[in-house]
């Protein structure tokens, strides 16, 4: 390592992750100058308004853990956030008056007990639609709020003890799209729509087992009866209206220049207002881009940057595009797709840049394993931090990330590996890991790992596994059945004993769980048993340093415990085993806390990574 993580000034990967950050403002629609947006306050995300028209940013929420979930009115009368202890994601919606300041005119409007969010939705008459779920399932919720008023007795649309939510509702609050579960597989949900006034069921779509539906978008007038979905009919994820006055499903077309189908997988899509025009974000080999596209033709035009990759995205009324973009070498920053233009700078310090990706294209044993590369100046072989990225459902992207710019800076190589289990390489990548949890994974790890290690640019005597979420499960999993390929593991809020875990988690992650697996613990125990990483901690043979969040709904710290004191009561493990906790959830929003955590890592690698 090249620099001491106490060093004064402040080090570069430090101001990194201390740098102010916007996410991208979400806008009423019909006051499309007022709009709700997350960022920096104090050193926490925190929930603001912010008037477009004057620039005028106006805190809203000041909560010591941050707040980032929340929604605006059709009006802009209103912002909403949701308002849990600490990280734990079980909680209510409040709302206040748009430009008031913390504890100003707070309300409560939804009079339901404390649930986790299943959805929000919020139509111009006052129709709110709530998702909440509990141990007894998803339950979604219509009720009426009006202008300082308490709302109406919630009405209850649809109740099911499998996983759900409540995804989108129609221009004129008359109908919302439900995502659910029923069939017990909620890695593939279906669709139901229904009325918001009686919960009466207007239309289903179902693709059956293995295929999963997404609703997109209603489109932008009343009565118009049309919704964007996402289908995986052709083993990818595409784009189609679905028209409930008529039943049709027609898919919508996204061409290349040379008039062939985009190559990559719709993850989300947006009605333009003339309702004619739709804009899909399109991820293809790590990166996320967006397109717009006239319904009824052959053409498909990229919209925004066309290098690094978009993280969100919407249409504004004038029919410009607002997103938030970055690249691995450069920082987020909110854009206007027409100017290319920043629309909101943080205020304050910004990030600095880093290294630009390199691509990888490692041969693995279930087909060609896709991953990113960061290298530091100088010649190889580098000590190497192979990054495990959560999810699984998810894949990391060239976009900036201050945690692996930071072991860039320290003289490492950074790979991220998309393994089998990845979105955007297509439904049967995605669904690979069925059967083999964990495991598959780890084989592409280890193909993408070998790979680098043939090609001289990485030190397989130095070489740290990290992940947090599901790259924390694969992290320990991978000490226990690689233990001679890791130097060293850092494992942030992860699985360790898979079994408690299921048993402690939140509701929606127990019916993951049951889909991922074939059931429960208790129906395919040996599915369980083969999975968990607690099940091999008697072949670790790394130092480990564990991060845990004290309220962590998702992967609980009870189950970390576990793991931690399997280990540690070994006599023939030399260690250590350092488990460090905070006191939130599922990871953390607040600047200091952030940076203890790295500094730890940093610190802990260079206590035990070979010279």
Same mark, same amino acid.
């Given at each position: 390592?090249?620099? $001491?993580?106490?060093?004064?000034?402040?080090?570069?990967?430090?101001?990194?992750?201390?740098?102010?950050?916007?996410?991208?403002?979400?806008?009423?629609?019909?006051?499309?100058?007022?709009?709700?947006?997350?960022?920096?306050?104090?050193?926490?995300?925190?929930?603001?308004?912010?008037?477009?028209?004057?620039?005028?940013?106006?805190?809203? !929420?000041?909560?010591?853990?941050?707040?980032?979930?929340?929604?605006?009115?059709?009006? +802009? !009368?209103?912002?909403?956030?949701?308002?849990?202890?600490?990280?734990?994601?079980?909680?209510?919606?409040?709302?206040?008056?748009?430009?008031?300041?913390?504890?100003?005119?707070?309300?409560?409007?939804? *009079?339901?007990p404390e649930a986790y969010d299943a959805g929000?939705?919020?139509?111009?008459?006052?129709?709110?639609?709530?998702?909440?779920?509990?141990?007894?399932?998803?339950?979604?919720?219509?009720?009426?709020?009006?202008?300082?008023?308490?709302? !109406?007795?919630?009405?209850?649309?649809?109740?099911?003890?499998?996983?759900?939510?409540?995804?989108?509702?129609?221009?004129?609050?008359?109908?919302?799209?439900?995502?659910?579960?029923?069939?017990?597989?909620?890695?593939?949900?279906?669709?139901?729509?229904?009325?918001?006034?009686?919960?009466?069921?207007?239309? $289903?779509?179902?693709?059956?087992?293995?295929?999963?539906?997404?609703?997109?978008?209603?489109?932008?007038?009343?009565?118009?009866?049309?919704?964007?979905?996402?289908?995986?009919?052709?083993?990818?994820?595409?784009?189609?209206?679905?028209?409930?006055?008529?039943?049709?499903?027609?898919?919508?077309?996204?061409?290349?220049?040379?008039?062939?189908?985009? #190559?990559?997988?719709?993850?989300?899509?947006?009605?333009? #207002?003339?309702?004619?025009?739709?804009?899909? /974000?399109? *991820?293809?080999?790590?990166?996320?881009?967006?397109?717009?596209?006239?319904?009824?033709?052959?053409?498909?035009?990229?919209?925004?940057?066309?290098?690094?990759?978009?993280?969100?995205? /919407?249409?504004?009324?004038?029919?410009?595009?607002?997103?938030?973009?970055?690249?691995?070498?450069?920082?987020?920053?909110?854009?206007?797709?027409?100017?290319?233009?920043?629309?909101?700078?943080?205020?304050?310090?910004?990030?600095?840049?880093?290294?630009?990706?390199?691509?990888?294209?490692?041969?693995?044993?279930?087909?060609?394993?896709?991953?990113?590369?960061?290298? #530091?100046?100088?010649?190889?072989?580098?000590?190497?931090?192979?990054?495990?990225?959560?999810?699984?459902?998810?894949?990391?992207? $060239?976009?900036?990330?201050?945690?692996?710019?930071?072991?860039?800076?320290?003289?490492?190589?950074?790979?991220?590996?998309?393994?089998?289990?990845?979105?955007?390489?297509?439904?049967?990548w995605r669904d690979a890991l069925e059967g083999?949890? +964990?495991?598959?994974?780890?084989?592409?790890?280890?193909?993408?790992?070998?790979?680098?290690? *043939?090609?001289?640019?990485?030190?397989?005597?130095?070489?740290?596994? /990290?992940?947090?979420?599901?790259?924390?499960?694969? !992290?320990?999993?991978?000490?226990?059945?690689?233990?001679?390929?890791?130097?060293?593991?850092?494992?942030?809020?992860?699985?360790?004993?898979?079994?408690? /875990?299921?048993?402690?988690?939140?509701?929606?992650?127990?019916?993951?769980?049951?889909?991922?697996?074939?059931?429960?613990?208790?129906?395919?125990?040996?599915?369980?048993?083969?999975?968990?990483?607690?099940?091999?901690?008697?072949?670790?043979?790394?130092?480990?340093?564990?991060?845990?969040?004290?309220?962590?709904?998702?992967?609980?710290?009870?189950?970390?415990?576990?793991?931690?004191?399997?280990?540690?009561?070994?006599?023939?493990?030399?260690?250590?085993?350092?488990?460090?906790?905070?006191?939130?959830?599922?990871?953390?929003?607040?600047? *200091?806390?952030?940076?203890?955590?790295?500094?730890?890592?940093?610190?802990?690698?260079?206590?035990?990574?070979? #010279?």
């Amino acid at each position: 390592m090249t620099a $001491d993580p106490d060093a004064w000034p402040r080090p570069v990967w430090e101001m990194r992750l201390r740098a102010a950050q916007v996410e991208l403002p979400e806008w009423a629609e019909h006051a499309p100058d007022r709009a709700v947006v997350v960022a920096t306050h104090r050193g926490i995300l925190q929930v603001h308004s912010w008037d477009v028209t004057t620039g005028r940013l106006v805190v809203a !929420t000041d909560r010591d853990q941050g707040t980032t979930e929340c929604a605006i009115d059709p009006y +802009g !009368t209103w912002v909403w956030w949701f308002d849990d202890t600490a990280g734990d994601e079980w909680g209510r919606w409040r709302r206040q008056p748009f430009g008031s300041p913390p504890g100003h005119g707070v309300e409560t409007p939804v *009079d339901l007990p404390e649930a986790y969010d299943a959805g929000l939705l919020l139509a111009r008459d006052g129709t709110v639609v709530v998702g909440r779920t509990d141990e007894r399932g998803t339950h979604v919720h219509q009720l009426v709020v009006g202008a300082g008023e308490a709302g !109406t007795a919630p009405v209850l649309l649809y109740s099911h003890p499998n996983d759900a939510g409540a995804a989108a509702l129609s221009h004129d609050g008359n109908l919302v799209a439900i995502e659910h579960s029923e069939r017990g597989d909620n890695r593939h949900p279906a669709l139901r729509v229904v009325r918001t006034d009686t919960g009466a069921v207007v239309a $289903d779509l179902d693709d059956g087992p293995g295929m999963a539906l997404t609703a997109h978008d209603f489109a932008p007038r009343d009565g118009d009866l049309r919704l964007l979905v996402g289908h995986e009919r052709r083993g990818r994820a595409e784009l189609a209206v679905w028209d409930l006055g008529t039943g049709d499903v027609h898919d919508v077309h996204l061409t290349g220049d040379d008039g062939r189908p985009l #190559p990559g997988e719709v993850t989300a899509a947006w009605w333009y #207002p003339d309702g004619r025009t739709v804009l899909a /974000a399109v *991820d293809h080999r790590a990166r996320s881009r967006l397109y717009r596209h006239p319904l009824g033709t052959r053409t498909t035009t990229p919209v925004g940057p066309v290098d690094g990759s978009v993280s969100e995205a /919407a249409p504004r009324p004038d029919g410009d595009v607002w997103l938030r973009w970055s690249s691995a070498a450069t920082p987020r920053t909110v854009l206007s797709a027409r100017t290319g233009r920043e629309v909101l700078a943080p205020a304050g310090l910004r990030a600095a840049p880093s290294v630009p990706v390199q691509e990888v294209s490692a041969p693995g044993p279930g087909g060609p394993v896709h991953a990113l590369l960061r290298l #530091p100046a100088g010649e190889g072989p580098f000590p190497v931090v192979v990054d495990v990225h959560g999810g699984p459902a998810w894949h990391r992207s $060239d976009a900036f990330s201050p945690h692996l710019a930071a072991w860039v800076d320290h003289g490492f190589a950074v790979v991220s590996v998309n393994y089998r289990g990845s979105t955007g390489y297509g439904s049967a990548w995605r669904d690979a890991l069925e059967g083999r949890v +964990g495991l598959t994974e780890l084989e592409d790890v280890a193909a993408v790992h070998d790979h680098l290690v *043939d090609r001289g640019l990485v030190d397989p005597a130095r070489s740290v596994l /990290a992940g947090a979420s599901w790259g924390g499960y694969l !992290t320990l999993l991978g000490l226990g059945t690689q233990p001679d390929r890791w130097t060293l593991g850092l494992a942030d809020v992860p699985v360790a004993d898979y079994v408690a /875990a299921y048993h402690e988690e939140m509701p929606d992650l127990q019916a993951f769980d049951r889909s991922l697996f074939g059931g429960s613990p208790e129906q395919v125990p040996e599915a369980y048993r083969v999975a968990s990483p607690i099940t091999y901690a008697g072949r670790v043979r790394a130092p480990i340093l564990i991060t845990a969040g004290e309220n962590d709904p998702r992967c609980p710290i009870g189950q970390i415990d576990n793991y931690v004191r399997a280990v540690r009561s070994r006599e023939d493990y030399a260690g250590p085993v350092e488990l460090y906790t905070y006191g939130s959830g599922h990871g953390s929003v607040v600047d *200091d806390e952030e940076v203890e955590q790295l500094r730890r890592q940093l610190r802990f690698v260079a206590a035990h990574l070979n #010279p």
